[in-house]
């Protein structure tokens, strides 16, 4: 082989390693590391860069939710009710307290 192709190779090489090294990037986006490593091999790492920066923030951050809870059964409810539902079938009155549900 000549020297020329040898550094081609090389070139090549490198390119798809600095591609793969990037694209671990778009593990915290929505646009995940493959998606982004083929973007980026066919279309260049910089069309890649802006389609991570386009890309939204993977919805890894937890919310809140709204939940109304009976401390008697335990019964997590999603909507509201003056008493819960469950108790009030057994004829116990229980008004549900207000909670944060965590969220993932
Ligand atoms: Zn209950």
Redesign the pocket.
């Known amino acids: 082989m000549e020297e020329k192709y040898i550094w081609l190779l090389l070139i090549v090489a490198g390119y798809i390693l600095f591609v793969y090294f990037f694209s671990r990037i778009g593990n915290k986006r929505e646009i995940g590391s493959r998606r982004l490593f083929w973007l980026s091999l066919f279309l260049t790492p910089l069309l890649g860069f802006a389609f991570f920066i386009s890309s939204h923030h993977r919805k890894m951050i937890p919310y809140t939710e709204e939940r109304f809870k009976?401390e008697?059964?335990g019964?997590v409810f999603s909507e509201e009710h003056d008493y819960?539902p469950?108790?009030e079938k057994e004829g116990r009155l229980?008004a549900l307290k207000q909670v944060d549900m965590f969220m993932t």
Request: some cysteine.
């Open positions: 009976c008697d059964c019964y819960c469950f108790c229980n």
